[in-house]
């Protein structure tokens, strides 16, 4: 096998058993260590089984939600339900909690970290595809579903979490998006551009190397422990290119206070000088 082969026969991979296994269980893992989803399991494990099949199939929802699709068409892939939701069961209900602790092991949550990214390709490619089918060389239609297909887990986090009796709108991924969706966003946009060809370069290599670049940042990022984007320098330049410079929250606290505190003297001294002209008014008439 030669050096160029690689990127094709690493586009033929099946995803299935193995990398959506990987998919499932960090899928699951994620929605464990979610503050209250372990008490949810407890007191209503039909809510945390369902909070863990959008975890595991939320791209799937949301794409079929937004081609007018049945929603529920997930629930018709049953060998893959039956996997996700053993999954589901050995990570909340195994006891000991052998299987929860033996995959949060490191090596092997790097390994099943690594795996889920190469699925998040697949996603995407697979949604742009299918948004290509209802509406031809629509571009915007193909970023927008190949972005659902990839990060709709946590695009739908707010419903999720609105499962499990939570209410978080603060938390909404369109006022503060996590890296994975930043990073699905992007390869929508390079996926849809390729698909169209207006990105000279063959699919086979693109598939290869943006899931390297995935499977890198992801590994780098959980052995540094860092919650840092790697755009971060390159979002803050854009920002204040197109957008100028933002005040950040605590400058325009202080200000706030400020003008508060202004405001408040401004007050005070107008009450003071409408009781010195009662005053002598009362005065005047005695």
Known sequence: ??????????????????FDLAHYVASVMALKEQRGAVEVSVRSPVACWFSAMLYCFGGSVLSSLMLAEPPVAFLAKGTNILLASSVWYLVF???QDIFYRCFAFLPLRLLVAGMKEVTRTWKITAGIAHADS???????????????????GGLISNFEQLVRGVWKPETNELLKMSYPVKVTLIGAVLFTLQHSQYLPIARHNLV???TIFLVISKVTMMLTRS????????EAALGHLFFGLQKTPSKLRSEGAASS???????????????GVKKRQAKKTE
């Open 1 to 18: 096998m030669e050096l160029w082969q690689v990127p094709l026969l690493f586009s033929r991979l099946p995803m299935f058993p193995f």
């Open 93 to 95: 209900y195994c006891p």
């Open 134 to 152: 209802h509406f031809k060389d629509a571009w915007l239609v193909m970023v927008a579903v190949g972005w659902a297909r990839g990060a709709g």
């Open 208 to 210: 290869f190397l943006y």
């Open 227 to 234: 919650a840092t984007s790697p755009f971060a320098p390159f």
């Open 261 to 275: 505190n202004g405001s408040s003297v401004c007050d005070r001294s107008s009450e003071q000088h409408r009781d």
